[in-house]
């Protein structure tokens, strides 16, 4: 039972144009969200995060949006740069229950951005 | 003066054997995390531990056992090998304990049991 979905397994984009990737959740008890950036045979870096009582977070060329009616939030990279070729995660994580504090992984998006 | 680091970065075994992959963070952060990544590549959460609490994702086989001799360090423990434990593992550590809060990865560890 997925909890954090990224229906889209690759992505390919030209440098300079605007990246979206998505996920979807279906927990609402998640209240924090975050994306990582994945290069092959490294772990998961830190990019950008949001709480549930925002719907904009941005830095620099990154913008995290959350619709928390559609349970929805997405990544936006503008503009694409051929160094943002990696695998990304959406991340869930919540306040709340046991497992607090634990992030809940999507299965990641591979985005290739071309020259 | 990486933040969070793994050894060995590649660990190659035999069924049966037991091995032990070890992770320190300098960040000071009170929560460590072992985390597996499967042949799918999903990423899911083994141990969450900190000081107080150590807490286990129920569908992890008790061949698995952190340890922690200090805050700094969360050791993973994994006793008779078996091939489906192939796979890379994550440590990761977070500032707070219990709550949301962002994690910071190490390099992974890529385990294949032969």
């Known amino acids: 039972d997925q909890q954090v979905k990224q229906n889209s397994p690759s992505l390919s984009v030209q440098e300079g144009r605007i990246s979206i990737l998505n996920c979807d959740y279906t927990?609402?008890?998640?209240?924090?969200f975050l994306w990582y950036k994945k290069y092959p045979a490294e772990g998961p870096t830190f990019l950008i995060s949001?709480?549930?009582?925002?719907d904009k977070n941005e830095d620099g060329r990154f913008t995290v949006f959350l619709n928390k009616s559609a349970k929805h939030l997405s990544l936006h990279i503008v503009p694409s740069q051929p160094g943002d070729s990696a695998v990304y995660f959406c991340?869930?994580?919540?306040?709340?229950?046991?497992?607090?504090?634990?992030?809940?992984f999507g299965k990641g998006t591979k985005l290739s951005v071309k020259p | 003066d990486t933040a969070v680091s793994q050894t060995p970065k590649y660990l190659v075994t035999q069924m049966g054997n037991d091995k032990s992959i070890k992770c320190e963070q300098n960040?000071?952060?009170?929560?460590m995390y072992w985390y597996k990544q499967d042949s799918k590549k999903f990423l899911k959460i083994m141990f969450s531990?900190?000081?107080?609490?150590?807490?286990i994702n129920e569908t992890v086989p008790n061949r698995f056992s952190p340890k922690s001799p200090d805050k700094a360090h969360l050791n993973l423990h994994i006793n008779s090998l078996e091939l489906g434990d192939s796979a890379v593992y994550f440590c990761?550590?977070?500032?707070?304990?219990?709550?949301?809060?962002?994690?910071?990865f190490g390099p992974g560890t890529r385990l294949t049991v032969l």
């Open positions: 990761a550590s977070s500032l707070l304990a219990g709550g949301p809060d962002t994690q910071y």
């Open positions: 531990y900190n000081n107080k609490e150590l807490i």
């Open positions: 949001i709480s549930s009582i925002k």
């Open positions: 927990n609402s008890m998640f209240d924090y």
């Open positions: 960040l000071g952060h009170d929560t």
């Open positions: 991340a869930a994580t919540s306040n709340y229950g046991g497992s607090q504090g634990n992030l809940i």
